[in-house]
Every structure is written in C-alpha cells, then in structure tokens.
Nanobody, 124 residues
Framework: QGHFVESGGGLVQPGGSLRLSCETSGFIFEYYRIGWFRQAPGKEREGVLCISSSNTTTYYSDSVKGRFTISRDNDKNTAYLQMNSLKPEDAAVYYC?????????????????WGRGTQVTVSS
C-alpha cells in the first residue's frame, strides 16, 4: 500500500507563496499519477491539480490556473505543489493522493490512496 506524507503548509499572507511536498513510499512512484486536493471547513474535498506518470499536468480546478503548478521528482518519490499569488479562498487542508486505476490523470473518484494533509492558511 502507498504511504503519503504532505508537508510545507503554514500561514502566508495574501499574495504570498508556498511549496507543498508529497513524499511517498510503498509503491513504484514513477508509474502512478499524483493528484493534489484540498478541503476547506464545511466544504467537500475538491481536486486541484494532477500530474500523470508521463508528466502531463491536468487542472481539476480553474481557480488555480496561472497560480499553481505541479511537479514530480521520480528519484525522490516526491511530488510538489507550487502555490503563488495565494488568496484567502485557497485556505484549506491540502492532500496528495493517487489511484490504482492507471498513471493518467483520470476522474476524482478514481483516487483511492491519500495522505493526512497539510494545513494552508492565507490571512493578513
């Protein structure tokens, strides 16, 4: 089974940046997609971005286009979420995960492995 550990969250002012990391183990990282998701209080978890096994990026949320990017380092079994120009509405617990349904970035309901998340707070 896969193991995921998110880190890099914290408190940032509006307009600031954060880089989240998703360290993984227990599976062959390079074969799998990695998705980033977020959940704000009182809201459902929503997809943010995904990177496929072939390094193709898919945006699940239009609200982050032009501000967030995703990358992966297969040698370190780690994926990253670079978040720039952060807004208060970006505040949430951010999770990374994957799916056993293939390396492409498919629908959100295909994801079946998750980390515990890292808190991102955007406030002045």
């Amino acid at each position: 089974q896969g193991h995921f550990v998110e880190s890099g969250g914290g408190l940032v002012q509006p307009g600031g940046s954060l880089r989240l990391s998703c360290e993984t183990s227990g599976f062959i990282f390079e074969y799998y997609r990695i998705g980033w998701f977020r959940q704000a209080p009182g809201k459902e978890r929503e997809g943010v971005l995904c990177i496929s096994s072939s390094n193709t990026t898919t945006y699940y949320s239009d609200s982050v286009k032009g501000r967030f990017t995703i990358s992966r380092d297969n040698d370190k079994n780690t994926a990253y979420l670079q978040m720039n120009s952060l807004k208060p509405e970006d505040a949430a617990v951010y999770y990374c995960g994957t799916s056993t349904r293939g390396g492409h970035c498919g629908p959100l309901d295909e994801y079946n492995y998750w980390g515990r998340g890292t808190q991102v707070t955007v406030s002045s």
